[in-house]
């Protein structure tokens, strides 16, 4: 009996493994467009906003002026916009390999 147990949650394991998606680690960020492509046919709205900041980091990454630091000031922001949604996306599918996913709040 407790080697069937075992078994079955190791096979769990497996078959949930490749849909949860750790956070990048710390100081490190990873690719929001490779997190929401994994993603989007379970969060497709949290993909969407990864997308779409990423869209964003990459048009303020091309100006051709520094606007008194505010576009430095405005990566960075966005930067955490896309560290936390990441997270964001990190927790639910943990919650959701554990059985516990639940309705938005507000």
């Known amino acids: ?6 078994a079955g949650i190791a096979s769990a394991m497996l078959i949930l493994a490749p849909t ?8 490190q ?3 929001p467009n490779t997190v929401a492509q994994q993603n989007m046919s379970v ?15 990459k048009s303020l990454e091309g100006g051709n002026s520094e606007h008194g630091g505010h576009r430095a000031k405005a990566i960075e922001h966005v930067n955490q916009a896309i560290a ?3 997270q964001a996306v990190a927790y639910y599918n943990q919650q959701k390999a ?8 507000k």
Do not use: F, N, R, Y
Not at 1 to 6: A, N
Not at 20 to 27: D, I, Q, R, T
Not at 98 to 105: D, S, Y
């Open 43 to 57: 969060q497709p709205a949290m993909s969407q906003a990864l997308q779409h900041l990423a869209e964003a980091k």
């Open 98 to 105: 554990a059985g516990k996913t639940g309705t938005k709040t």
């Open 84 to 86: 936390e949604t990441e």
């Open 29 to 31: 960020q990873s690719d």
């Open 20 to 27: 949860v998606l750790p956070a990048a680690p710390a100081g």
């Open 1 to 6: 009996m407790k080697s069937k147990v075992i």
